[in-house]
């Protein structure tokens, strides 16, 4: 079981930490340049080019501290954690960063604002876009590491941490709202 939780958390941080770093990194030129939709923006002021860059850059940068941890945590867990070639940490964190981008645009077609919550959507948006892009760039890593089990874990765990996650970032000040 401790390998099951602790080898699909492993497995998902490169993918967990990009949207909070874009979000420290925030700021600079909107990725929809303005553009409008049916009177609605295609994503908002709320996705930009640095945030994207920034973001995907510090997802792959921890995949190599992972890789370079791996041997010592797994060891001191007494279980195997996966390592992570350059195109599987490249696929999870540009793939998170997509997937929220990805949802962005479909809260703009339903009419809500930056900001406004999308139960289900908010939570698993960057995972569906983390395992597609990394099932693209690097399948049979994606499909040997990401067993049903370790996405059934991922999909039961990542919407509590992405709750607990917001909060911490609302309460420091660097979110304006708590989901």
Request: hydrophobic share 55%; charged share 15%.
């Amino acid at each position: 079981m401790l390998e099951l939780i602790a080898g699909a958390l492993w497995a998902m941080l490169p993918a967990y930490v990009p949207n909070n770093a874009a979000v420290l990194a925030g700021g600079g030129r909107p990725i929809d340049g303005g553009r409008t939709l049916n009177g609605r923006r295609l994503l908002g002021d709320g996705k930009t080019w640095r945030g994207t860059a920034v973001g995907t850059a510090v997802g792959v940068a921890l995949a190599l501290v992972l890789d370079a941890l791996a041997p010592a945590a797994g060891d001191a867990l007494g279980i195997t954690l996966p390592g992570f070639p350059i195109t599987a940490a490249l696929g999870l964190a540009l793939g998170a960063m997509l997937g929220d981008i990805g949802a962005s645009f479909l809260k703009r077609r339903s009419g809500r604002e930056r900001g406004a919550a999308f139960p289900g959507l908010d939570q698993l948006d960057f995972v569906v876009g983390a395992l597609l892009l990394s099932l693209l760039f690097a399948p049979d890593w994606t499909l040997e590491v990401f067993s049903l089990a370790r996405v059934a874990v991922v999909v039961v765990v990542t919407p509590l941490l992405h709750l607990v996650t917001n909060g911490i970032a609302y309460w420091l000040g660097v979110k304006d709202e708590p989901w």
